[in-house]
C-alpha cells in the first residue's frame, strides 16, 4: 500500500467520523430551541416553584407560564412580556387538586432572538417567581 493511499484512507475515516459526531449532536440542539423549544424551571421567593416554556408554532410562539404553590386558592398578578412588549397580564388562581395555575398564550414571532420575560406575585405576600427564557 503507498503512502497517498494510506493518506486518502484516513483522510476518508475522519470525515466519517466527524459526520457522525455532527449526526450525534444534532438531537441535543433541538432540546434547547429547536422544534421542541425552550423549557426552563426554578423556585419562587417563598417556596412555589415556576416552569417557562416556549416553542415556534405556525408563524408564532406558544408559550406557558405555570406557577406551583401547592395550596388551592391563592390569587396571583401575572404578566408576560416578550422583548419589552406585554403580552400578557391578569390574575389567576391556584385550582385543585395541584394548588397550581398555568398561562398559555400564542404571541407574535417578533425579529430576532425573543426573550420571554414572566412574572407572578402572591397578592397577600408579594412571594415573586420570576422567569425567563430566549428563543
Do not use: Y
Not at 444534532?26 to 434547547?32: Q, R, S, T, Y
Not at 406558544?62 to 391563592?74: K, L, W
Not at 412580556?81 to 395555575?101: C, I, L, M
Amino acid at each position: 500500500m503507498t503512502t497517498f493511499s494510506t493518506r486518502i484512507r484516513a483522510a476518508a475515516v475522519t470525515v466519517a467520523v466527524g459526520a457522525a459526531a455532527l449526526a450525534a449532536g444534532a438531537p441535543a440542539a433541538a432540546k434547547d430551541g429547536g422544534d421542541r423549544g425552550v423549557r426552563r424551571s426554578g423556585a419562587c421567593t417563598a417556596g412555589a416553584v415556576w416552569k417557562l416554556k416556549a416553542k415556534h408554532d405556525d408563524g408564532r410562539i406558544e408559550t406557558e407560564f405555570e406557577v406551583d404553590s401547592n395550596r388551592v386558592g391563592q390569587h396571583w398578578r401575572v404578566r408576560i412580556n416578550d422583548n419589552g412588549v406585554r403580552v400578557f397580564r391578569g390574575v389567576r388562581q391556584t385550582v385543585a387538586p395541584s394548588g397550581s395555575f398555568s398561562v398559555e398564550r400564542h404571541i407574535p414571532n417578533r425579529a430576532g432572538t425573543d426573550r420571554i420575560r414572566a412574572v407572578a406575585v402572591h397578592i397577600p405576600t408579594g412571594q415573586r417567581c420570576v422567569a425567563t427564557v430566549q428563543l
